[in-house]
């Protein structure tokens, strides 16, 4: 059974830092490629970021790019997204994700590709 559990979010104030961790379980972590989403209030589920299963590329939203780094560990099994510069649009809940098929040969972006998702972690941005 995949397990995939975030840490990290919490409050902090615009212009500040957070990091995110995922720690995934139950499938060969780096034949995988892996995502972070998030959801605001009354929105939908949107992209962040992805990275390959090697770590070799990565993705991101236009929203958050140059802002956010995602980032694996295939020897732990975790995956990161470092937030910087934090912005209150970017207060949501944030969900990591793993793709549903190994070896891709695009990253994937969409939410239909990913088929075992974490619990979420709150991030809130305050002005």
């Known amino acids: 059974q995949v397990q995939l559990v975030e840490s990290g979010g919490g409050w902090v104030q615009t212009g500040g830092s957070l990091r995110l961790s995922c720690a995934a379980s139950?499938?060969?972590?780096?034949?995988?490629?892996m995502g972070w989403f998030r959801q605001a209030p009354g929105k939908e589920r949107e992209f962040v970021a992805a990275?390959?299963?090697?770590?070799?590329?990565?993705v991101y939203a236009d929203s958050v790019k140059g802002r956010f780094t995602i980032s694996r560990d295939n020897a732990k099994n975790t995956v990161y997204l470092q937030m910087n510069s934090l912005k209150p649009e970017d207060t949501a809940v944030y969900f990591c994700?793993?793709?549903?098929?190994?070896?891709?040969?695009?990253?994937?972006?969409?939410?239909?590709?990913?088929?075992?998702w974490g619990q979420g972690t709150q991030v809130t941005v305050s002005s």
């Open positions: 994700a793993i793709d549903r098929a190994p070896y891709r040969l695009r990253i994937a972006v969409d939410e239909d590709e990913y088929d075992y």
């Open positions: 139950g499938r060969t972590f780096s034949s995988y490629a």
């Open positions: 990275i390959r299963g090697s770590g070799s590329s990565t």
